[in-house]
């Protein structure tokens, strides 16, 4: 049996939790039964660095340059249209792929429904548009969680029969587990909170630094956020405006130097105000670090009672959750252990099974 991933992730993200989860289906999937393949010319990928693609070199680099978004779009569809392959994989919703792979099977994996849910985010974007045809399209969809489950049914009306729900498991890249010379330069503030992934919109990341700013001179921490851009000038702007320009910083990191900023952190908060999984928490449960969540969307299903929940729309109260940790090292110790025994739940092993069998079911 062989299934077929494209492009579109591989292009859009350098790193990423989509990109992280496709690489690891990729990787892991194959067995005696199942061969998978990337339709892919050249990527930046991190997760990707180590394979090797028809232009994955110099003279790629020289022939399609600043182009191998639209390289890998064309050679995508070829793949699509004229290669053999049993499914379809696509690993985003974009729908340029329908036309080539009439009468083939496609799953799609929909990681959560946000551009449905807060389209006021997303102006101009056809995201939304997009799902809503791939959806239509897909023979089978995978959910990553019970909550993304229910949106698809209660939002886009699809039949239950249609989906599957194989969460998420923990994919830090276990083969690169030594830091950089770089890395093992740097010295880490003595107590931090962490953020990390995305700061825009829903994300709520100018609401969480304007809560816990006081936190920070008062307790004489620091915030350090990773898996993100640069600050932009309006975050800057906000920070002076906070007085915390000085005790917020951003790192671009390996999954080692990842690992190491968990498990050092007093804290690490996800105050995004929809999530289809949260892969984060997860991360932070391995490293042993507490977990502070919004009470919304996936959280209480992934993190059960393995962190503390504040409530998104009163004022404060992500603030009071912070603080009560920054009092109470006993609450922060058994939070992690209670992180460590969740994590469990939720193995790489068994996504990769589940959608291995998925795969054979639908075959």
Known sequence: MKILYDYQMFSIQR????????????????????????????????????????????????????????????????????SEYDILHPTYYKPYLIPDARGRKVVLTVHDLIHQIFPQYFPGDKTGEWQHRMIARADHLIAISENTKRDLMELMKVPEEKITVIHHGLMLDTHRKSLSEEEQSWILPKDYILFVGDRSRYKNFVGFVTDVAPLLGEYDIRLICT????????????????DVENRVSQMTVSDAMLEELYRKAI????????????????????????????????????????????????????????????????RRRQLSEAGRTRLTLFSAEQMVEKTRNLYLRLK
């Open 267 to 330: 804290c690490f908060v996800y105050p995004s105000l929809y999530e289809g999984f949260g892969l984060p928490v997860l991360e932070a449960y391995q490293a042993g670090c507490p977990v502070v969540l919004t009470r919304a969307s996936c959280f209480p299903e992934i993190a059960g009672e393995a962190a503390l929940y504040f409530e998104p729309e009163r004022e404060g109260s992500m603030r009071e959750s912070v603080r009560s940790l920054l009092d109470d090292t006993e």
């Open 15 to 82: 790193i990423g939790g989509i990109s992280r989860y496709f690489s690891y289906l990729y990787r892991h999937i194959p067995d005696e039964r199942i061969e998978t393949s990337l339709a892919l010319l050249y990527t930046q990928n991190v997760y990707l660095q180590d394979e090797q693609f028809p232009l994955q070199n110099g003279l790629g680099r020289v022939l399609i340059g600043k182009h191998f978004r639209d390289a890998n779009k064309l050679y995508s569809k070829y793949r699509i249209r004229f």
């Open 227 to 242: 898996g993100g851009k640069a600050f932009s000038s309006e975050e800057q702007q906000l920070f002076r405006t906070l």
